[in-house]
């Protein structure tokens, strides 16, 4: 997809997202600590950074981890 997209202009990032406090957790079994995963917000604006920031570097991969590792 990536390749067909770049001839028109629009960059395509593939983001592997460790665990984030989101809502999804509450759904979930288990006893998730979510003091230990990042901040949705957090991960939206280093997201939107890196991929706005420049024209002249593309960003193919983004992988992101909570400080701590896997949960």
Same mark, same amino acid.
């Given at each position: %997809?990536?390749?067909?997209?770049?001839?028109?202009?629009?960059? +395509?990032?593939?983001a592997?997202?460790?665990?984030?406090?989101?809502?999804?957790?509450?759904?979930?079994?288990?006893?998730?600590?979510?003091?230990?995963?990042?901040?949705?917000?957090?991960?939206?604006? $280093?997201?939107?950074?890196?991929?706005l920031?420049?024209?002249? +570097?593309?960003?193919?991969?983004? $992988?992101? %981890?909570?400080p701590?590792?896997?949960?």
């Amino acid at each position: %997809m990536r390749e067909e997209l770049r001839v028109k202009g629009v960059r +395509v990032v593939h983001a592997e997202v460790g665990a984030t406090d989101t809502g999804l957790w509450d759904n979930l079994e288990g006893n998730w600590n979510k003091e230990s995963m990042m901040k949705d917000s957090d991960v939206a604006k $280093f997201i939107l950074k890196n991929i706005l920031d420049s024209n002249t +570097v593309n960003v193919d991969e983004i $992988f992101l %981890m909570p400080p701590g590792g896997i949960l």
